[in-house]
């Protein structure tokens, strides 16, 4: 079982990325999925989270009206779309799924299964 997440990258300030949640062997159709970042020093934290319907989506403060979650489950695909990104959005980007909701979404200990996370660095 493995997720594999994708699209990071160098970007200036202000540009844009978009990261990509691939999974290998198992759906995603049941799975709630997280994005977590962990930039170097400091404790994992919650992005955003979709839940399996995709009705329920949740943005860390953060990132809100910047950064925009998405699932295409015929691709068994989750996407984060990155906007107007900052130097202080600098980070390895992982993500995760748990089941069906996002409750609790930023606690660690809910997700079943990881990927391996993608190197995200903004320059100022």
């Known amino acids: 079982v493995q997720l594999q997440a994708s699209g990071g990258g160098l970007v200036q300030a202000g540009g844009s990325l978009r990261l990509s949640c691939a999974a290998s062997?198992?759906?995603?159709?049941?799975?709630?999925i997280g994005w977590f970042r962990q930039a170097p020093g400091k404790e994992r934290e919650g992005v955003s989270c979709?839940?399996?319907?995709?009705?329920?989506?949740h943005y860390a403060d953060f990132v809100k009206g910047r950064f925009t979650i998405s699932r295409d489950n015929a691709k068994n695909t989750v996407l984060l779309q990155m906007n107007s990104l900052k130097p202080e959005d600098t980070a390895v980007y992982y993500c995760?799924?748990?089941?069906?909701?996002?409750?609790?979404?930023?606690?660690?200990?809910?997700?079943?299964?990881w990927g391996q996370g993608t190197l995200v660095t903004v320059s100022s």
């Open positions: 995760a799924a748990k089941d069906y909701s996002c409750s609790d979404y930023g606690s660690l200990s809910m997700y079943h299964y």
């Open positions: 979709i839940s399996s319907s995709g009705d329920s989506k």
């Open positions: 062997e198992f759906t995603l159709d049941y799975y709630a």
